[in-house]
């Protein structure tokens, strides 16, 4: 009889496993939402000849235009800094910026912009220092459109090594 529960209990183990996890991802929806918007392949504007870490950068995003600033400009690793978006002729109602490395597993560097009014948007970053000394990361901008169209857009960014470092 005993036996009997425990086995029982031990069959229906995978299906409230299983009903778990479709909870996680029910509550998790806006998150699951995000990641998918940073899938690749999907409206990828690659703009290699605009370095963020020397200038601002503009791109054109469905009849619209939206520059992109990172300050202070070089930005030290370690270092906080500001990235500001500016929209025009385009609703976005959400964005979202990796950094990444070329051929190297850097961690997650995701960071979500909230808006600042008068089609604004920013988000305070750091970045961490490349065990490898590398200074050459990729940013990649994730938008959402008012009608839900997603958009990427990835530029060069070019980090000074951090100022603790360069001090030794
Ligand atoms: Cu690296």
Known sequence: MKIDT?????RSLPI???LGLVLLIFLNRDQLRQF??????????Q???????RQPCTAQVAGGEIEVALQPRPLHAMEQGQLRLHTQGIEIRGAQID???ADMDMGLNRFTLKPAGNGQWQAAITLPVCMQGS???????????AQGK??????PLTVAASASTAHQ
Do not use: Y
């Not at 425990?6 to 031990?10: D, E, G, H, I, V």
């Not at 998918?36 to 504007?45: C, F, K, M, R």
């Open 150 to 155: 997603h958009w990427q857009l990835r530029w």
């Open 99 to 101: 950094f990444t490395m």
């Open 47 to 53: 703009q290699a000849e605009c370095n963020l870490g």
């Open 36 to 45: 998918i918007a940073l899938t690749p392949g999907e409206n990828v504007q």
């Open 16 to 18: 409230i496993l299983l």
């Open 6 to 10: 425990r086995k029982k209990l031990l």
């Open 135 to 145: 200074s050459e990361w990729i940013a990649t901008l994730a938008l959402e459109d």
